[in-house]
């Protein structure tokens, strides 16, 4: 007589099976709204924050809604935020937008359109397409050398504008990859990163990126604390501590207030940062090797911004829709002997669609970590001291401020993640991260999303909602698996 060669999922059906997901960001958001699609009936979402959205806050500010996270939709062809929702009137492209900035150096002069031209195309220029190879050395070598070269090509540079203009530059990437540096971001990362062409800065006007996630949990636009499917499924300030996962029955929860859960299947889609911080506490027994390895080695960086809003009109002039700060090498060396060091990774600020009092910055890495720990008034005191200091016009005081504080919130530790040339150096990737931890016959019990696991698309909100899927789907193919004894 043949024997089932696993273990029955007939014991537990998509109607009995508990599955308990971890954090209301748009992977956790994402993962339960598809296994309800999927007929699964008993999801709960538990998260550690008193309200939805992980790293997509949108507020009410200003005139309207800022969001604190995520912003943008980053590109058109294979991104599922852009696909799910260019049909719905929500999204406003911006082409051009970026194409408009300014330059002042620390002694208030402008970039010359001749210079701006000649070194802003070189640095454009030397990001490589898909057709270059994998490079096999950081991101950071790869446009340093990149770059020299092109300008040793240029006649009569100034290479103390040059250097400059790089600096300025190399700030602006390290905001893309959210890294503190370049020299630690994989070269072949880009390799492997699928960027979705078209837009790259589509907006969501007036209404903030909350519109996705809305869409996601088919909520009513004109009630905000519509969950739509999700109602009576999410717990909000409910934060777990630990997760033990021994054994091969169900696994045991426990929250920061001592309450107990049973699930038969967690979907884990806390951050790296938190993951960093709290896997060792978080999980019962260790987690397997391989995943910790991915832990360590890959990062999550820091990446905050600053939002000034203005008394009754746009204080920038109306060609100016941003302004990047560039700072001479004496210069340089002044700021950083001074208590405002931090300045020096505050790359540029800008103007805000469906925002017209409102002016974004946005400062990276180590100093955005440092300032976060600042009051505010001496945060804003130092901006306001940036402006004077380089800027050709006097910038009136704002009558509201607000910076982020990704890093110091323990439920985050940081913005977005990006891959390391140390894990490429011991061999490990989002595939890690993503790996699911299985009971001896193969049933998924302690499942893992979130962007930092997307191989193609981490750090986005489309990766991270593919991760979620992606989860949602590996429960979905175990509960309809052919489950037929086999001889
Ligand atoms: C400043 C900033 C700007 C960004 N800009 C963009 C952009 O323009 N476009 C873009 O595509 N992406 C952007 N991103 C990145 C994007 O926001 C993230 O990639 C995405 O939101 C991550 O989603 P997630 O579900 O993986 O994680 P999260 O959104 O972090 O969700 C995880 C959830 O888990 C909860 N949690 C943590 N620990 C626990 C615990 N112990 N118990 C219970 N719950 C817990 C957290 O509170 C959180 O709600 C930006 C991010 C930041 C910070």
């Not at 002042?104 to 000649?118: F, I, N, T």
């Not at 060609?319 to 790359?347: C, H, I, M, T």
């Not at 193919?477 to 489950?483: E, G, I």
Request: aromatic share 10%; glycine share 6%; net charge negative.
């Amino acid at each position: 007589m043949s024997t089932c060669a696993f273990s029955p999922p007939a014991l537990k059906s998509k109607e009995t099976a508990r599955i308990v997901i971890i954090g209301a960001g748009p992977a956790g958001i994402a993962a339960a709204t598809r296994l309800l699609e999927q007929g699964f009936k008993n999801v709960r979402i538990l998260e550690a924050e008193n309200r939805i959205g992980g790293r997509i806050n949108s507020i009410r500010f200003a005139d309207s809604i800022v969001d604190l996270g995520a912003q943008w939709c980053h590109g058109e062809a294979g991104n599922v935020v852009y696909e799910r929702c260019k049909d719905l009137n929500v999204l406003q492209r911006t082409e051009g937008f970026a194409k408009a900035w300014r330059f002042v150096r620390s002694d208030k002069a402008q970039l010359s359109e001749e210079a701006l031209y000649s070194l802003q195309k070189i640095a454009e220029d030397i990001i490589p397409d898909e057709t270059v190879p994998p490079l096999d050395y950081s991101w950071g070598d790869y446009l340093t050398q990149r770059y020299w070269q092109e300008v040793d090509k240029l006649p009569n540079v100034d290479r103390a504008l040059a250097r400059e203009l790089f600096e300025n530059f190399k700030n602006f990437q390290c905001s893309i990859e959210g890294s503190d540096h370049l020299f630690e971001v994989s070269g072949r990362s880009h390799h492997e990163f699928v960027e979705s062409k078209g837009d790259m800065d589509i907006h969501w006007c007036d209404k903030g990126y909350k519109t996705f996630l809305r869409v996601l949990m088919n909520s009513k636009q004109d009630e905000p604390n519509d969950l739509g499917v999700l109602n009576g499924r999410v717990e909000l300030s409910k934060r777990i501590a630990q997760i033990n996962w021994e054994g091969a029955q169900e696994l045991q929860l426990r929250c920061w207030n001592g309450e107990l859960l049973q699930a038969d299947h967690v979907i884990c889609t806390v951050s790296l940062g938190v993951l960093k911080e709290q896997h060792e506490k978080l999980f019962v027994p260790a987690l397997p090797e391989a995943k910790v390895r991915a832990i360590n080695a890959l990062k999550l960086g820091t990446v905050n911004k600053f939002l000034l809003e203005y008394g009754s009109e746009q204080p920038m002039p109306k060609d100016w829709p941003s302004v990047n700060f560039l700072w001479s090498e004496q210069d340089l060396q002044e700021l950083r002997g001074s208590k405002r060091f931090w300045l020096e990774s505050v790359g540029y600020f800008h103007i805000v669609i469906c925002q017209p009092r409102l002016l974004e910055g946005w400062i990276i890495g180590e100093h955005a970590r440092h300032m976060e720990t600042l009051p505010e008034e001496e945060v804003l005191e130092g901006l306001q001291w940036l402006f004077r200091r380089c800027l050709p016009f006097d910038m009136p005081q704002p009558v509201r401020f607000l910076r982020t504080q990704w890093h110091s919130n323990p439920n985050f530790r940081g913005s977005y993640s990006y891959r390391t040339t140390q894990a490429d150096a011991v061999r490990t990737g989002p595939w890690d991260l993503e790996a699911p931890l299985v009971d001896a016959v193969g049933k998924p019990r302690l499942l893992f999303a979130g962007e930092a696991s997307s191989k193609t698309h981490y750090s986005t909100v489309h990766g991270a909602t593919e991760t979620g899927w992606r989860e949602a789907d590996r429960l979905n193919a175990y509960y309809t698996r052919d489950s037929k004894p086999t001889a």
